[in-house]
């Protein structure tokens, strides 16, 4: 089965830092596309960022850019998300996922800024 366990999350201040992990299992990492997708309280999923399967070609939404990068470990079957300058409004649960709608994702972890 596949497992996506994701880590990393906490409290953090307005243009503080966090990393965020996931650990992947149950499939071969390293032919999947990964994504990271976050939903806030009342709100839907938002996708975040993806990167391809060999680490190439990073892309993030505009909400993140410039501020969040995305990068993998494909000997260490985990995905990570560097967070910078956090805002308020990046509080949410962080789910790391094989798609960007988030159809298979993992528990979350939580990122609270204030």
């Known amino acids: 089965d596949v497992q996506l366990v994701e880590s990393g999350g906490g409290l953090a201040q307005p243009g503080g830092s966090l990393r965020l992990s996931c650990a992947a299992s149950?499939?071969?990492?390293?032919?999947?596309?990964m994504s990271w997708i976050r939903q806030a309280p009342g709100e839907a999923l938002q996708w975040v960022a993806a990167i391809n399967r060999d680490g190439t070609n990073p892309n993030y939404s505009d909400y993140v850019k410039g501020r969040f990068t995305i990068s993998r470990d494909n000997d260490k079957n985990t995905l990570y998300l560097q967070m910078s300058s956090l805002k308020p409004e990046d509080s949410a649960v962080y789910y790391c996922a094989q798609d960007r709608a988030g159809r298979t994702r993992g528990q979350g972890t939580q990122v609270t800024v204030s």
């Open positions: 149950g499939f071969t990492f390293s032919n999947q596309h």
